[in-house]
């Protein structure tokens, strides 16, 4: 298992920094690419504040600048997505279906064992240019292996993960809600720790354990309507079972039923606690998997409350302080408040495939992540589960250009000129896939000793901190030296007036 460590947390992030400024001076076509503004994926949005979220964004000083670079949003875009977004047409409502089938993934092989399929690629030079930089090419789909269905499609069996994919994402109220965390944790009873049910394994975040080790803790796996409409009766006890002697949670927020499994637990440690002041209880959790909405759905089913303490949003980093104490018990019961904090990701992310998978669920920012990459990673794990789900588009396809063109044409996602608009029909496509309108599945394998397997897997995935730490820096010296490079070559102009190139460069 990963042992994260503040202090190397710090350093890391110092050095993934300095990487973010020595990077924006060497082209990278993938951290250059347009990047489009996306629609509110989630629910709810800006709900008024009573409990302490401020919605202000402080980035941290040693916050990678890359981050911040690649966060930046076009208005055109954000107008356009809008646009798209009212476009929508009713044959999409045929799209939702219901499928609990867990997949299990291999990880990506080398790119030299990738090879073109049978099915044609749409070059990448169709896609119409948003602005004036190219999307970056999506890979191109690898060879289908698994068992043939009847209609003769093959699902792709892995997915290879483009070396340019982000692997950090650690801004400056990550590291500051974790900070307040390690302050607040000797003052609270219970930590409710909450990950997204569709990605039960890839959503915890080892930092925590390190953080607020010690304290009895409660795992809510949230969202899980989105996965499954009914909870099946094994995942729930395979689960329930991996984390055990610790209470275990499922929770659709709108569903009285769990969130009162929540409250009657938080009572039971109130009462074994006994404090005439009260007990408090802290929800932690990666980026946007829910935890304001279920503080807010907390007060409501504990106290009949129904105005919202916390803000909560369909993007992460909504929240971006610990908040203030809110009750969530009735008159009659022991005294419980419970505090919101912010979701904290991790420094630094050695799978590409998690990565991806907390992308696709909306737990990393969406200007990330390439979207036809999201939408190809999308389409490879629909394909996994029930190719039937895009029917009404296209027959099942391995190639996202394909499946894009389809979609675009049939929803009218044009661009001037009537060529298709591969972008927005990815924004719609995976945007669809969040609110669960395109298929219920879960993204990580929800197995017997899964747990113990992924816990280990952490410790060996990729590489060691150690070994991640000399990698950064060999890339960081490399980097610099590319530069000094680039600097010290004299120009045409500077060589046809004959000025020696270290005059110019100190002068
Ligand atoms: N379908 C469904 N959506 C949910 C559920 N819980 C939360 N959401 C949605 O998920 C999105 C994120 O919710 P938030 O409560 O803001 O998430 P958060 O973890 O507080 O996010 P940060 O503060 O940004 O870390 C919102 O659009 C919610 O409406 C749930 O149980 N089911
Ligand atoms: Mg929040």
């Known amino acids: 298992m990963a042992a994260y460590n503040f202090r190397f947390s710090a350093r890391l992030c110092t050095h993934i920094s300095s990487l973010g400024r020595i990077s924006q001076s060497i082209p990278n ?18 709900y008024a504040a009573i409990g302490g979220s401020t919605p202000n964004e402080q980035p941290h000083a040693n916050a990678p600048e890359i981050i911040e670079s690649l966060s930046a949003q076009t208005p055109t875009a954000t107008s ?29 092989p080398a790119a030299s064992t990738r090879a073109s399929s049978s099915i044609p690629t749409t070059s990448p030079t169709s896609i119409p240019p948003f602005n004036s930089t190219p999307t970056p090419a999506p890979l191109p789909p690898t060879p289908a292996k698994g068992p043939a269905r009847r209609d003769g499609f093959v ?30 944790v000797g003052q609270v009873e219970l930590i409710i720790e909450c990950r997204d049910y569709r990605v039960p394994l890839s959503s915890r975040n080892p930092l925590f354990e390190e953080t607020l080790q010690g304290k009895q803790r409660m795992i809510v796996y ?54 005439l002041t009260g007990t408090r209880m802290l929800i932690v959790g990666m980026p946007n998997v829910g935890k304001s909405t279920l503080l807010n759905a907390l007060r409501r089913v504990g106290t009949g409350n129904s105005t919202k303490a916390a803000i909560t949003g369909g993007q992460p980093g909504i929240t971006r302080k610990i908040g203030g104490t809110v009750k969530i018990t009735g008159q009659d019961d022991p005294l419980v408040y419970v505090i919101d904090s912010p979701g904290v990701f991790v420094p630094y992310m050695s799978n590409g495939q998690t990565m991806l998978k907390l992308a696709l669920v909306g737990s990393i920012k969406d200007s990330l992540i390439p979207i036809i990459t999201l939408a190809d990673f999308l389409l490879f794990h629909i394909n996994r589960n029930n190719p039937g789900l895009y029917k009404d588009y ?46 219920r599945f879960m993204l990580d394998e929800v197995k017997e000793g899964g747990y113990q397997e992924w816990l280990e897997g ?40 004959n000025i020696p190139w270290s005059v110019t460069m100190y002068s």
């Open 29 to 46: 076509p993938s951290r250059t690419s347009p990047l489009r503004s996306w629609p509110d994926a989630g629910c709810g949005r800006g």
């Open 80 to 108: 356009e997505a809008a646009t798209l977004g009212a476009s929508e047409t009713g044959a999409a409502e045929t799209l939702e279906a219901t499928t609990s089938t867990s997949i299990t993934e291999t990880l990506a």
């Open 155 to 184: 699902p792709r069996d892995v997915f290879p993960v483009p070396a340019s994919i982000t692997t950090s994402y650690f801004l400056g109220h990550h590291k500051a809600g974790l900070d307040r965390m390690k302050e607040l």
């Open 222 to 275: 949230t969202k899980r309507d989105l996965a499954q409409r009914v909870l099946d009766d094994n995942t729930r006890k395979i689960m329930t079972k991996w984390h055990y002697p610790h209470t275990v949670a499922f929770s659709d927020t709108s569903n009285p039923k769990d969130i009162a499994f929540i409250v009657n637990h938080a009572k039971k440690v109130a009462r074994d606690h006994d404090s």
């Open 394 to 439: 296209c027959p099942p396809t391995n190639d996202v250009m394909t499946w894009l063109k389809a979609v675009a044409r049939k929803t009218g996602k044009l661009v001037k000129g009537g060529e298709e608009d591969y972008e927005a029909a990815a924004i719609w496509l995976v945007g669809r896939y969040r609110k669960g309108m395109l298929g």
């Open 458 to 497: 952490e410790g060996k995935a990729g590489e060691s901190v150690t070994q991640a730490r000399k990698r950064i820096k060999k890339e960081r010296i490399e980097a610099g030296r590319k530069r000094n490079m680039e600097t010290a070559l004299p120009s045409p102009e500077q060589s046809s007036h």
